[in-house]
């Protein structure tokens, strides 16, 4: 496993999914892909604004301050962020 690739929390996938609840036996191969996923699927710029969101829990406006971008920059990058991670998740979510 890379180095760079954080130890996920439930909730956060939770977030990510946007489900309500998540079958328990799923959960470890979800987040199995998930951290696949973020070493592989994504981009440097969306793991560090991906990580700025919801681990630091900044707002988009700090994220680009912070990154010296425009805040539509972050919220593009943040949005196919997502969708590239549900695009693995959907394979993992039992309805």
């Known amino acids: 496993m890379r180095e760079d690739v954080p130890d996920f ?3 956060l996938i939770f977030r990510l999914t946007q489900e309500a609840e998540l079958n ?5 191969p979800l987040l199995r892909a998930v951290r696949h996923a973020w070493a ?6 969306q793991r560090l ?6 681990s630091e ?5 700090e994220i680009a301050a912070r990154c010296g971008v425009d805040i539509t920059t972050v ?6 962020a997502r ?13």
Not at 24 to 28: K, L
Not at 40 to 45: D, M, R, S
């Open 9 to 11: 929390d439930p909730e």
């Open 40 to 45: 592989t699927a994504l981009t440097e710029k």
């Open 49 to 54: 604004y991906l990580h700025l969101y919801y």
């Open 24 to 28: 328990p036996q799923s959960q470890r």
């Open 75 to 80: 919220s593009r990058t943040l949005r196919r």
């Open 57 to 61: 829990v900044l707002t988009m406006r």
């Open 83 to 95: 969708m590239r991670l549900r695009a693995v998740l959907q394979y993992y979510i039992q309805e």
